[in-house]
T-cell receptor
Framework: GAVVSQHPSRVICKSGTSVKIECRSL??????MFWYRQFPKKSLMLMAT?????????EQGVEKDKFLINHASLTLSTLTVTSAHPEDSSFYIC?????????????FGSGTRLTVV | RKEVEQDPGPFNVPEGATVAFNCTYS??????FFWYRQDCRKEPKLLMS???SGNEDGRFTAQLNRASQYISLLIRDSKLSDSTTYLC????FGSGNTGKLIFGQGTTLQVKP
């Protein structure tokens, strides 16, 4: 089956620093990748959608300069949280799809728990 | 109004019970529908897709009513391992014909021995 690897699984960083999270599709080519954020006891909130080779499309209210998304290849997307602050502490999850329409389904990474101190 | 709404629960039921969850969605352009489960501090995992004709997978039955924009999940003969959070999810096509999954808040089920 389709596998998506997300790394790191957890990270603690100091306020003001930047953190990069990687999302890799291991056995399929992911044309489209999605980044979600989940606060405790809340729903997964879509942050942005990225298609390989294109700029990411951000959801309303998500700062594109703060959450930098790169999808330079069909197997790798990265999310960089720049100048992180304690309020950015959250569970970040990526998802990948073979096609923009989701044909074949969506495969999720195992998530990254970010704590900013 | 949230795009996907669920009763957060928790639902506490004894083993062997039948329990039903409901979900409503607001975007009539929603294309496809799913139930996921999410264990504590883990990623969501697909439980089943939901079709207009209704579909069943073992003890789980899902129903979709497009006219009412309503989705349901029925679990029969509950097991302890069914204890988790159930997420109602819709796939909406936006600009560029790209689909995106929108998640409900989740409904927590606790099955007790």
């Amino acid at each position: 089956g389709a596998v998506v690897s997300q790394h790191p699984s957890r990270v603690i960083c100091k306020s003001g620093t930047s953190v990069k999270i990687e999302c890799r599709s291991l056995d399929f080519q992911a044309t489209t990748m999605f980044w979600y954020r989940q606060f405790p006891k809340k729903s997964l909130m879509l942050m942005a959608t990225s298609n390989e080779g294109s700029k990411a499309t951000y959801e309303q209210g998500v700062e594109k300069d703060k959450f930098l998304i790169n999808h330079a290849s069909l197997t790798l997307s990265t999310l960089t949280v720049t100048s992180a602050h304690p309020e950015d502490s959250s569970f970040y999850i990526c998802s990948a799809s073979r096609t923009p329409q989701g044909a074949g389904g969506y495969t999720f990474g195992s998530g990254t728990r970010l704590t900013v101190v | 109004r949230k795009e996907v709404e669920q009763d957060p629960g928790p639902f506490n039921v004894p083993e062997g019970a039948t329990v039903a969850f409901n979900c409503t969605y607001s975007n009539s352009a929603s294309q496809s529908f799913f139930w996921y489960r999410q264990d504590c501090r883990k990623e969501p995992k697909l439980l089943m897709s939901v079709y207009s004709s209704g579909n069943e997978d073992g003890r789980f039955t899902a129903q979709l009513n497009r006219a009412s924009q309503y989705i349901s999940l029925l679990i029969r003969d509950s097991k302890l391992s069914d204890s988790t959070t159930y997420l109602c999810v819709v796939n909406i096509f936006g600009s560029g014909n790209t689909g995106k999954l929108i998640f409900g808040q989740g409904t927590t089920l606790q099955v007790k021995p």
